[in-house]
């Protein structure tokens, strides 16, 4: 019962992001107007506890993802100095990953990503303890790299 815990701990991130920001007369009552460190407006770059911080571009509709969902999304990956490392764009198709780590994705973007709803766009800054850490990723991603990734969130499956 490993995952209960992170779960939990996720989950207490997106609560503490969405309790601290702030929200406008017409967010009231309205569930759908919230993610994870905003309140229904674009624009924002807000810094969470973990380090992970995020903006929304677009803010979509619908159900929001939360930590353990599977998602389909496009996303594309610099490192700080602006070098693209990965682009699912430039594979011309977007991808699927479960939302959690281990076994799904890096720790970030179960940070980064919950509270996003489907037709979003979010800037994730994400610190390098919370990506790949003193190993990298290969040749594309040095050791010790923070990470900047934009995601569009197509679906929640």
């Given at each position: 019962m490993k995952t209960a815990p992170r779960f939990l ?110 037709g979003g766009k979010r800037k994730i800054w994400i ?31």
């Amino acid at each position: 019962m490993k995952t209960a815990p992170r779960f939990l701990i996720a989950l207490a991130v997106v609560a503490l992001a969405c309790g601290c920001s702030k929200s406008s007369k017409s967010d009231k009552g309205s569930d759908k107007s919230k993610t994870a460190g905003t309140a229904g407006a674009a624009g924002k770059k807000i810094t969470l506890p973990s380090g992970v911080a995020i903006q929304d571009l677009t803010v979509g509709s619908g159900t929001a993802a939360k930590a353990g969902d599977k998602i389909n999304c496009h996303a594309t990956g610099w490192l700080t100095n602006g070098k693209k490392f990965w682009s699912s764009h430039d594979r011309g198709q977007p991808v699927d990953f479960n939302l959690r780590n281990p076994g799904g994705v890096i720790k970030g973007w179960v940070i980064g990503i919950p509270g996003m709803m489907p037709g979003g766009k979010r800037k994730i800054w994400i610190p390098s303890a919370l990506a790949y850490g003193s190993r990298g990723r290969g040749a594309a991603i040095p050791a010790d790299s923070d990470l900047i990734f934009e995601v569009e969130l197509i679906a929640i499956r």
